[in-house]
């Protein structure tokens, strides 16, 4: 069974940091991964999604990597704002409609 | 650009209640799906609707119906709503070929 895990659960970094943000997961047969910003209470928001032959995607100042190999992807987050607060969830698509969801990992930029 | 529209956004039941959220893309996507969202875990699929006229369970499918009224819409039951069936519930769309999943802003459903 696919899992799907983020680490870690809660980050806090001051304003213009770099930071990288973890997913793992334990079955490497996935059709693409996909990362998502959740603000508070509100819906989900795709920001990038990593095709499984690809190995990375870029927006602005955020750049998804995908190792489907070692079961891992990152979400590299460049010159961080405090606009960027908000929960990032990644996603693995596993085919036959299922994408599996880790449970996120809560970003606070400091100010 | 609407996208994925979702009604209630809140909703307060007692137990034994019944109740449907109503959801409606205008993307034209084949796929629909409703998830719930639960403090600590990451989303539960409950049903999803690979095309207009099909619908197959998900991950947790105990306690709800749903409908593809048509292309556009998906709307999922509580037909007897339990406390365990306190959740924020999100409906999606696309999610097929490489599509990104577009989601809707969420019901937060409490059940007394």
């Known amino acids: 069974k696919q899992e799907v895990t983020q680490i870690p659960a809660a980050l806090s970094v001051p304003e213009g940091e770099n930071l990288v943000l973890n997913c793992s997961f334990t079955d490497s047969a996935i059709y693409n991964l996909q990362w998502f910003r959740q603000d508070p209470g509100k819906g989900l928001t795709s920001l990038l999604l990593i095709q499984s032959s690809q190995r990375e995607q870029t927006s602005g100042r955020l750049n998804a990597s995908l190792d489907k190999s070692s079961g891992r992807s990152t979400l590299y987050i460049a010159a961080s704002q405090p606009g960027d607060s908000a929960t990032y969830l990644c996603?693995?698509?596993?085919?036959?409609?299922?994408?599996?969801f880790g449970a996120g990992t809560r970003l606070f930029v400091k100010a | 650009n609407a996208g994925v529209t979702q009604t209630p956004k809140f909703q307060v039941l007692k137990t034994g209640q019944s109740m449907t959220l109503q959801c409606a893309q205008d993307?034209?996507?084949?796929?629909m799906y409703w998830y719930r969202q639960d403090p600590g875990m990451g989303l539960r699929l409950i049903y999803y609707s690979a095309s207009e006229g099909t619908t197959d369970k998900g991950e947790v499918p105990n306690g709800y119906n749903v409908s593809r009224l048509n292309k556009r819409e998906f709307s999922l039951r509580l037909e007897s709503a339990a406390p365990s069936q306190t959740s924020v519930y999100f409906c999606?769309?696309?999610?097929?070929?490489?599509?990104?999943?577009?989601f809707g802003s969420g019901t937060q459903l409490s059940v007394l």
């Open positions: 996603a693995v698509d596993t085919g036959g409609f299922k994408t599996i």
């Open positions: 993307m034209n996507h084949n796929s």
């Open positions: 999606a769309s696309g999610g097929t070929l490489d599509e990104k999943l577009f």
